[in-house]
């Protein structure tokens, strides 16, 4: 019994010795405030004095909610608050650059570079991860080295006009894994088009072959929501490249982590997002109207007769996506490859045999002009 009478006491006196403390802070509060009124300067906190768990909380809530308005309001500079390399991972990685041109290229600790995947150059410096920014995202390779040849070799089996020389001349000097970089921009796009349809029907009145058409004019307004548009920050590679290799799929994205890079090439972004935010946009406003337009149905035709949208950039991801380089020399010329490293699409410039092209076109064009001559020869038969 007196047990219970002690621990009921304590819990009283704890009680009251945190109202005590209340009491006191809310006190040292009205004089701070009617320190403040007067014009008097508040003394600082006292070095140790630390602060209190509501006040902890508040600050943690402040930042958070700082953090919330930044990403809503510039989702660039969300990325850059969370683009820092922690210092195992610099410990990790080196860079290395193309004296040529310009190339950086990350790799693990383990991988050496001894040739350039874009220009062929074999003077590749040593260089830091000093200003580097740490990818979000990252695409993990499914096809291999073996697979991006073999898809070389079908693509020239294809090409009608490709040199008979070339397939058997040209030396395949370099193929190379590279994490390419890109911009994974999301927006939504809101959007007024207007556009001018028709019905057109036929028939007769006795004699007469009536046809009569209805004009209408058509509004729509809405908002297109766009989800990782990829944009590639590299200069090195060719736009129509990257785009050609397209879509990666979207699925097996992951979370960066430097345990895909082993084995493979990892290039620096040149261009920022900023940079290519302005791309990145216009390819969603070129696909804006043909969405707005397919919403039209029911009619004979549908003319675009004007269009505005404004474009809301809500998110911007740095991911590193794979891509198979394959470098060829042929008559003193380099020719460049790019096979998607996820689903093998692959694309590239290639010399054209313009005698090829010649016999071609005259064999197509034969045919037709013994046809028309043919017709014109009986139709002058039957005149006769």
């Not at 193929?175 to 349809?197: I, R």
């Not at 090195?236 to 090439?265: C, R, S, T, W």
């Not at 070129?286 to 950039?313: H, K, R």
Request: charged share 20%; aromatic share 10%.
């Amino acid at each position: 019994m007196e047990q219970l009478y002690a621990e009921d006491q304590a819990k009283q006196d704890a009680a009251a010795e945190k109202q005590a403390a209340r009491e006191a802070q809310a006190a040292a509060a009205e004089n701070a405030s009617a320190s403040s009124s007067e014009g008097e300067q508040a003394p600082a906190a006292q070095e140790g004095a630390g602060a209190t768990a509501p006040e902890i909380d508040a600050v943690t809530s402040a930042a958070a909610e700082k953090t919330a308005r930044t990403a809503a309001v510039d989702p660039i500079q969300a990325f850059l608050d969370r683009a820092p390399w922690v210092e195992a991972e610099e410990l990790g990685m080196k860079v290395y650059t193309c004296s040529s041109c310009a190339a950086a290229l990350t790799v693990d600790a383990t991988t050496a570079v001894t040739e350039c995947p874009y220009c062929g150059n074999q003077s590749v410096l040593p260089g830091t991860l000093a200003g580097l920014s740490k990818p979000d995202l990252v695409i993990p390779f499914k096809k291999t080295k073996a697979d991006a040849i073999a898809a070389l070799n079908n693509h020239y089996a294809r090409l009608k006009f490709l040199p008979d020389a070339f397939t058997e001349q040209s030396h395949l000097e370099h193929v190379q894994g590279v994490y390419v970089p890109f911009w994974l921009v999301s927006s939504k796009v809101d959007f007024d088009a207007s556009f001018e349809a028709t019905n057109t029907r036929m028939f007769t009145d006795g004699d007469d072959q009536i046809t009569e058409t209805d004009y209408y004019d058509i509004g729509r307004s809405g908002q297109a929501v766009f989800t990782r548009v990829p944009v590639d920050g590299s200069t090195k590679m060719p736009d129509a490249h990257m785009d050609a290799i397209e879509p990666f799929d979207y699925e097996e994205i992951q979370a960066f982590n430097v345990g895909y890079l082993p084995g493979y090439l990892a290039e620096r972004y040149d261009l920022s997002a900023q940079d290519c935010m302005g791309r990145a946009c216009g390819r969603m406003d070129a696909t804006v109207p043909a969405l707005a337009q397919a919403t039209v149905a029911g009619y004979d035709s549908v003319i675009n007769t004007g269009f505005s949208s404004n474009a809301e950039v809500t998110d911007v991801s740095y991911a590193l996506l794979p891509v198979w380089m394959l470098h060829t020399t042929w008559n003193n010329e380099n020719y460049l490859f790019a096979m998607n490293g996820q689903t093998g699409r692959l694309i590239g410039d290639l010399p054209i045999d313009k005698g090829k092209v010649t016999k071609f076109a005259i064999l197509r064009f034969i045919p037709s002009f013994i046809v028309v001559f043919v017709i014109a020869f009986v139709m002058m038969g039957m005149m006769l």
